[in-house]
């Protein structure tokens, strides 16, 4: 069985600091990991995802995840944050092969930047 | 090319009535999941299916159940109804296929709520 802990359910932070938001998983399988982003009134959208490879990940607007296998992490952080970063952010795993797709999310942490 | 489409959008039902809640995924896509997200609980796996199949399914009650139709459109149904099944229901779209990334397109939700 996979579980995800993210240790902060809320991150205040002004605007322009960076950021970190932690994950944590278990799994006794191999796992793909991703992070979500959900804005208020929306579904999630894939932020990134840790396939193989490279263990720094970016996205398109800034965001980077380093996976450490043997700390069993995924953080996110974000050098610089802007207002509409203000989001609800999920960290996921998805077991590899083993037969249909069965993600599991973290409990969500709320990132709120203040001018 | 459109997105995860879920309908509707809003619902309120009555303790003891049923429900039945639509998903069309991303034209391609053979695997649609369903989770339920609440403030309590988070976003809870409730299944997936591919190909009209069910391949996974969560730790729900029977009362929940589900559907796939040869054109990968997917319904939810919860019989029933109770106040603690009061939440947002989202559906995920995937290729579902064991190469692909595993990432998922989220609709928009459902909510519903129960009174």
């Known amino acids: ?115 | 090319k459109a997105g995860v489409t879920q309908t509707p959008r809003y619902l309120i039902k009555t303790r003891g009535q049923q429900v039945t809640l639509s998903c069309s995924p991303i034209s391609g896509h053979r695997s649609v999941s369903w989770y339920q997200q609440t403030p309590g609980q988070g976003l809870q796996f409730l299944f997936e299916y591919f190909s009209e199949t069910q391949r996974n399914k969560g730790n729900f009650p029977g009362r929940f159940s589900g559907r796939q139709f040869s054109n990968s459109r997917s319904e939810m149904n919860v019989s029933t109804l109770e106040l603690g099944d009061s939440a947002l229901y989202l559906c995920a779209s995937s290729d579902g296929l064991a190469r692909g990334d595993y990432g998922y397109t989220f609709g928009s939700g459902t909510r519903l709520t129960v009174v």
């Open chain 1, 1 to 115: 069985a996979q579980s995800v802990t993210q240790l902060d359910s809320q991150v205040p932070v002004f605007e322009e600091a960076p950021v970190e938001l932690r994950c944590n998983y278990s799994s006794s399988v191999s796992v793909y990991l991703f992070w979500y982003v959900q804005y208020p009134n929306q579904g999630l959208q894939l932020l990134l995802k840790y396939l193989s490879g490279s263990t720094l990940v970016e996205s398109i607007n800034g965001f980077e995840a380093e996976f450490n296998k043997s700390q069993t992490s995924f953080h996110l952080r974000k050098p610089s944050v802007h207002i509409s970063d203000t989001a609800e952010y999920f960290c996921a795993v998805s077991p590899i092969n083993t037969g249909g797709f069965k993600t599991i999310f973290g409990a969500g942490t709320r990132l709120f930047v203040k001018a």
